[in-house]
C-alpha cells in the first residue's frame, strides 16, 4: 500500500491490525470496525489507535468513540463509489479532528475531491501507485486555484472571492 | 450604479443575451480544459486504465458511441449568443462532419469528434465560454430551463438566474461527482411547465407564496428510463435562502442511499419508489436541520450579479399589432402558416418569439448543418439581440423578434430551408439517436422519425390534426421521451427483428402522465401507418378545441386500442 499526504507518497506510521491480532500497548494501529467498541473499552487514555469503516456506516455507529479515535479510514470498494464522500462530511461535521484517510483504488484525479470533503491522507495499492505517481498526485491537487462551492475543505471558494471583490 | 449599468459600463460591446464569464469562471474552464488534456495523455501512457478514465472523460462530456467518440456540449439553460453558435459552426466543421446534433437536454452533440482532438475542441468551447462540463456521467448534468424564460408571458420569474446558480454549484463538486447515477435537474418559472420538470431528478418550480415572496416548489425522483414516473413534491415552499442548503441535503441523502448494485436501479426516483416520498422528505428534512447552512447563507448580491445578466434586451416601444405582419400574411400564405404555427407571444408588445423547427419533412430531428447554425446565428444578430435558444424539443428559438421583421426573418430562414411550419405538430418529432449512432439502442429511431413525417408531408393536414407530441426511444433508456408523447414509440428488439411499442397519453408538462401501451408491437415498416390511423381516430372522435391528448383522456385508452386491434384484422401481422 502506498500513502499520499500533501500530495507527497509518504510512510505509513499506522498499522492495520488483522482481526485476529491482541491489541498493542503501545504505537499507532488500526482496528476494524467491529472491534471497535472493545478497543474503546479496553485501551488506556493515552492509546493511539484509529478505525477501519465500510462507506455505509452510520455516523452515530462512530459518535461515541470519536474523542477517542486518531484516525478514521473510509473504506472505498470501488473508486467510483462515492458514498465515502459525504460520509466523510458527515464526520467533519460531527467534529472529529483527527486523521481521515480514504482506503481503496482512488485515482489520482479525485484528490481534490477527497481533499474537499475533508480528508487528509489516501490509501491506494501499490499497482496503482506504480502507474499514477506522486508527480500525477500533486498535479491533481493543483488542477484547480478555487472552487464553485462553499464550506469545502482545500481550495478557495469562488464565492467568497466575489464577495471580497465587491466588498473591497 | 445598478448591476446592468455596471456591467454595460465594464463590456460595452458585450451583448446583453447571457451569463458572461468573470476571471474566476474563466479559469475554471480553462483549467478543467487543461486537466482534460492530462487526462487524455495519461490514459494514452497507460496510467489510467479505460475504467478509471471513463467517469473522467464522461464528466467532460465524451460519451463512446456504436462507432465512434460522441462530444456532448452544454448549452446552459438553452441559451446562447450567435458567437457562440458560430463557433458550433465552426467546431462542427473543424472537427466532425459538418453538423451537430440538438438534444432534448439543451446539449448539442458532435457525432464524430476523435479522442485527441477533444482537448483542443474543449479549449476552443473555452474561448467563447462554453464547455463540456458535466453533459455525461454519474454527476449533476447541465441544467435546464424553460427555453421561453425571460420572455413568456405567463412567467413568473426568469428561471435562468437560478439555472446559472446551479451550474456553479453543481461544476466539479467535491461531494457529489460520484453518485450512483446521472443527476439531471430542470428548473420553469412559467404557469406553464415547458421544461419537463417533473420528469427529472429535481424539477424546481418558481412559486409566489401569500406574502408575494419568490421560492420554489421542489420535485424529486421524476424519470424516464425503463421505469417512468413523475416527480414527487418533497418541499412545497423553499425559500431561494434555503435552495442550495435544500439540494444539497438531497444529494447527499441520494449519494448515501441511492443503490448501487444495480445501475437500472440506481436513479432517484427508484429510491423514492422504494422508500416513499414521505420517508425521503424526513430524511431530506433531518439532513437540512442538521446541515451548518451559515455556509450556504444566501448571497442575495451574488444571485443580483448573475440575474443583471439577464436583464431584457432593450425593446423598442411598439403597437401591440404589427400593420406589416397583417400584411405579408394576406400576401404569403406560407408565411401565415409559419407565423400562426411556429411563433409564439411574447410579453413585450410588438415582439414575438419564434420556433425555428429542426424538424424538415423527412430529415434527423434535431440535426443542424454548420451553414445552419451560421444563418441561425445571422438572423439572431438582425432580428434578435444576437440571442438564441435551444429547446428540449430540439428546435432553435429566436427569443425577441420584432413583428414587422417576422416576414423579413421567414424570408431568411426559408432560403436556408430552415422555415418549416411545424413546431408542436405531428411532424415536429423528438427522436434519440438509435440505433444509427448508439450502442445501447435495440432499434432505429430516426428513420421511424422520417418516415412519419414524410407520411404527414401534407402540411396543411398536420395543421388541421393540430398539437400532437410524437416521441420515438431507440430502447428502453427512453432518450426520445417517449413515455411523456401523446403517442410514444419504442423500439425494441424481437427475436432479432425490430419492434416498436406504442404507448398513448403522455403528457410532459404539470398535467404530466406516462403514456399507457397500445397493443402488441408492430413492424418499422407499420409504425407510419399504426401513427396515422390513430389520428384519423381522433380527427373523427374529437371535439371543438380538443387537442390528441385531450380527446385521448375523455374517451378512453381502451377505444384507440380497438384501432390497433382492427389495423390487425386488416391483414398486418402484428
Redesign the interface.
Known amino acids: 500500500m502506498a500513502l499520499i499526504s500533501d500530495g507527497r507518497f509518504i510512510e505509513d506510521a499506522w498499522r492495520r491490525l488483522a482481526d485476529e491480532e491482541a491489541l498493542p500497548k503501545t504505537g499507532k494501529f488500526i482496528v476494524s470496525l467491529p472491534r471497535l467498541e472493545h478497543a474503546v473499552e479496553v485501551l488506556g487514555p493515552t492509546a493511539t489507535f484509529g478505525v477501519i469503516v465500510p462507506n455505509t456506516t452510520e455516523p452515530s455507529a462512530l459518535i461515541a468513540a470519536l474523542p477517542r479515535l486518531d484516525l478514521i479510514s473510509i473504506a472505498f470498494p470501488a473508486f467510483a463509489d462515492g458514498r465515502g464522500f459525504s460520509l466523510a462530511r458527515l464526520l467533519r461535521r460531527a467534529e472529529f479532528k483527527g486523521e481521515l484517510r480514504a482506503s481503496g483504488r482512488l485515482v489520482a484525479d479525485q484528490y481534490p475531491h477527497a481533499i474537499g470533503c475533508g480528508f487528509d491522507t489516501i490509501e491506494i495499492p501499490d499497482d496503482l501507485a506504480d502507474r499514477q505517481d506522486e508527480e500525477q498526485w500533486r498535479a491533481a491537487l493543483n488542477a484547480y486555484s478555487m472552487s464553485y462551492q462553499r464550506g469545502y475543505a482545500g481550495r478557495g471558494s469562488i464565492l467568497e472571492a466575489r464577495r471580497k471583490a465587491v466588498r473591497s | 450604479m445598478t448591476a446592468v449599468d455596471l456591467r454595460v459600463a465594464q463590456r460595452p460591446n458585450a451583448p446583453m443575451t447571457t451569463y458572461r464569464y468573470?476571471e474566476?469562471?474563466a479559469?475554471?474552464v480553462s483549467?478543467?480544459v487543461?486537466?482534460f488534456r492530462?487526462?487524455v495523455n495519461?490514459r494514452l501512457s497507460?496510467?489510467?486504465?479505460e475504467e478509471?478514465f471513463r467517469?473522467?472523460r464522461l464528466m467532460n462530456g465524451l460519451y463512446l458511441q456504436l462507432h465512434a467518440y460522441m462530444l456532448r456540449v452544454a448549452i446552459p439553460y438553452g441559451t446562447l449568443t450567435a458567437r457562440q453558435m458560430r463557433r458550433l459552426a465552426d467546431i462542427a466543421d473543424k472537427w466532425d462532419k459538418g453538423y451537430g446534433h440538438f438534444t432534448t437536454r439543451q446539449n448539442l452533440q458532435y457525432n464524430w469528434p476523435k479522442l485527441v482532438d477533444t482537448p483542443d475542441i474543449l479549449e476552443s468551447l473555452a474561448d467563447v465560454e462554453m464547455h463540456a462540463i458535466q453533459t455525461s456521467g454519474?454527476c449533476i448534468r447541465n441544467v435546464t430551463a424553460d427555453h421561453f424564460a425571460g420572455v413568456a408571458p405567463d412567467e413568473i420569474e426568469d428561471p435562468r438566474p437560478t439555472a446559472e446558480f446551479l451550474r456553479?454549484?453543481s461544476?466539479?463538486?467535491?461531494?457529489?461527482?460520484?453518485?450512483p447515477r446521472k443527476f439531471k435537474i430542470a428548473v420553469t418559472g412559467a404557469a406553464h411547465d415547458r421544461a419537463a420538470i417533473l420528469v427529472h431528478d429535481i424539477g424546481l418550480r418558481i412559486v409566489k407564496n401569500d406574502t408575494g415572496e419568490i421560492g420554489y416548489q421542489v420535485v424529486v425522483g421524476g424519470g424516464l428510463g425503463r421505469s417512468p414516473f413523475i416527480g414527487k413534491v418533497v418541499g412545497d415552499f423553499v425559500p431561494r435562502e434555503d435552495l442550495l442548503a435544500f439540494l444539497e441535503a438531497i444529494l447527499?441523502v441520494y449519494?448515501?442511499f441511492g443503490r448501487?448494485d444495480n445501475k437500472y436501479k440506481a436513479r432517484v426516483k427508484i429510491l423514492v419508489h422504494e422508500k416513499g416520498i414521505d420517508e425521503i422528505r424526513a430524511a431530506v428534512e433531518a439532513e437540512f436541520a442538521?446541515?451548518?447552512r451559515s455556509?450556504?447563507a444566501h448571497?442575495p448580491?451574488?444571485f443580483e450579479?448573475i440575474a443583471a445578466f439577464f436583464a431584457p434586451p432593450p425593446y423598442e416601444s411598439l403597437p401591440a399589432t404589427s400593420a406589416l405582419l397583417r400584411a405579408a400574411k394576406l400576401e404569403t400564405p406560407a408565411f401565415a402558416n409559419f407565423v400562426d404555427v411556429n411563433v409564439g407571444a411574447h410579453k413585450i408588445p410588438g415582439y414575438a418569439i419564434v420556433t425555428v423547427s429542426l424538424k424538415p419533412i423527412g430529415g434527423v430531428p434535431g440535426d443542424a448543418t454548420s451553414a445552419q447554425m451560421r444563418v441561425l446565428a445571422d438572423a439572431s444578430e438582425r432580428f434578435g439581440f444576437g440571442e438564441l435558444r435551444v429547446s428540449h424539443e430540439q428546435n432553435i428559438i429566436l427569443p425577441h423578434v420584432k413583428q414587422d421583421d417576422l416576414f423579413a426573418l421567414w424570408s431568411m430562414l426559408d432560403a436556408a430551408g430552415l422555415a418549416t411550419a411545424n413546431a408542436g405538430l405531428v411532424s415536429d418529432i423528438i427522436s434519440c439517436p438509435g440505433l444509427d449512432y448508439c450502442s445501447l439502442a435495440t432499434a432505429r429511431s430516426i428513420p421511424i422519425a422520417q418516415a412519419i413525417s414524410k407520411r404527414f408531408s401534407d402540411m396543411s393536414r398536420q395543421r388541421r390534426i393540430g398539437k400532437l407530441g410524437v416521441k420515438i426511444s431507440g430502447c428502453i433508456n427512453a432518450c426520445g421521451h417517449h413515455h411523456v408523447g401523446a403517442i410514444g414509440i419504442l423500439g425494441l428488439e424481437k427475436k432479432g427483428q425490430e419492434s416498436y411499442q406504442i404507448t398513448l397519453g403522455g403528457d410532459p408538462t404539470f398535467s404530466a402522465s406516462i403514456g399507457e401501451i397500445l397493443g402488441p408491437g408492430v413492424t418499422a415498416e407499420q409504425v407510419p401507418d399504426v401513427v396515422e390511423h390513430l389520428v384519423d381516430y381522433y380527427l373523427a372522435e374529437r371535439e371543438e378545441g380538443e387537442a390528441f391528448i385531450d380527446t385521448w383522456r375523455r374517451i378512453g385508452h381502451a377505444r384507440f386500442k380497438d384501432v390497433l386491434r382492427r389495423e390487425g384484422e386488416d391483414g398486418a401481422d402484428i
Open positions: 468573470d474566476y469562471d479559469a475554471f483549467e478543467r487543461a486537466e492530462e487526462q495519461r497507460g496510467a489510467l486504465t478509471e467517469p473522467f454519474n456553479q454549484w461544476s466539479l463538486h467535491s461531494e457529489f461527482s460520484f453518485l447527499r449519494n448515501r448501487r442538521a446541515m451548518d455556509a450556504f448571497d448580491e451574488e450579479r
